[in-house]
Nanobody, 125 residues
């Protein structure tokens, strides 16, 4: 499995960015998808996840009602739409994937077998 993340950039506080994560090499619909982020000098943290079925989503408290995770099976792509961005959202964002049979806690980075390269998001105040 390969994950290719894109869509990062520089945005002003209060702005909007959309990240994409394309999965190749396996059947996309069989994978739980998620996003983690790591700010400079800080530990990596969970942002959002979606079950393989698309029926369940999970968010960190810090991004609830501002970020939306989604997936398009026809395009083999997961998305993270980020609105109301704050300077504290500045980080490298990583998309992750875990097979639907993995059964792990989607909030934990150890659950995910596959990681994409980071895409940088910078929010200016």
């Amino acid at each position: 499995v390969q994950l290719q993340a894109s869509g990062g950039g520089l945005v002003q506080a209060g702005g909007f960015l959309s990240l994409s994560c394309a999965l190749s090499g396996r059947t996309f619909s069989d994978y739980n998808m998620g996003w983690f982020r790591q700010a400079p000098g800080k530990e990596r943290e969970f942002v959002a996840a979606m079950k393989w079925s698309g029926k369940n989503t999970y968010y960190a408290d810090s991004v609830k009602e501002r970020f939306t995770i989604s997936k398009d099976n026809a395009k083999n792509t997961a998305y993270l739409q980020m609105g109301g961005l704050k300077p504290e959202d500045t980080a490298d964002y990583y998309c992750v994937a875990d097979n639907r049979y993995g059964g792990g806690d989607l909030y934990r980075e150890q659950t995910y077998e596959f990681w994409g390269q980071g895409t940088q998001v910078t929010v200016s105040s």
